[in-house]
């Protein structure tokens, strides 16, 4: 089984790689927005939210990894100066490999205008209905530039299987394609 975790910031297009990622492959799309709409309207952004988010997505992530299934795409912001993060994606890739899984870690980097631009598109919105409030969402996006850091220093994702690209210019079917290429999908 393939696991390629697709992670960035907010609105970096990690959705929209991830769909055309399964298009050109037999990978199932898993964004982290479906465990977030499914919870937020019972629990709203709290801390129960994202605790009930993150027994869901393991307990997914173990039931898949057991499966027939080719693979899975998992796309997912992750913090680099949160420790938990780091352990959250060392849980995940444990229990894919536990199973003989392979992890790929694959990090996608633009500018915030296009990502300003791209928090607005009409398939993010039919697919994330939390970032149907454009002002939050924006807010949201430009605020946690201000203490998380969501793309990885130059060296520190030390993995066999890490790539990282700049997509601010590039296609979400170009980026999946670089990325079925470079890991032979």
């Not at 055309?20 to 309207?41: A, G, Q, V, Y």
């Not at 997912?76 to 490999?97: G, L, P, T, Y």
Request: net charge neutral.
């Amino acid at each position: 089984m393939k696991v390629v975790l697709l992670f960035g910031p907010q609105a970096v297009g990690k959705m929209t790689v991830g769909q055309e990622l399964s298009k050109i492959t037999s990978l199932k799309l898993f964004h982290n927005h479906m465990t977030i709409d499914l919870l937020e309207p019972f629990f709203g952004f709290s801390s129960e939210m994202w605790r009930l988010s993150n027994i869901f997505r393991e307990e997914i992530f173990r039931s898949f990894s057991k499966s027939n299934e080719y693979g899975m795409v998992f796309t997912f912001v992750w913090a680099f100066n949160q420790k938990e993060d780091w352990e959250k994606v060392e849980n995940m890739c444990s229990i894919f490999n536990a199973q003989g899984a392979q992890c790929y870690f694959v990090e996608l980097s633009a500018d915030v205008e296009v990502r300003l631009k791209r928090n607005k598109t009409p398939n993010r919105l039919e697919q994330k209905p939390t970032k149907r409030n454009l002002k939050q969402s924006e807010e949201n996006l430009l605020m946690s530039m201000d203490t998380l850091r969501l793309n990885s220093e130059e060296g520190e994702i030390q993995k066999d299987h890490y790539f990282r690209i700049d997509n601010t210019n590039l296609s979400a079917e170009v980026v999946a394609e670089m990325i079925k290429k470079k890991f032979d999908l």
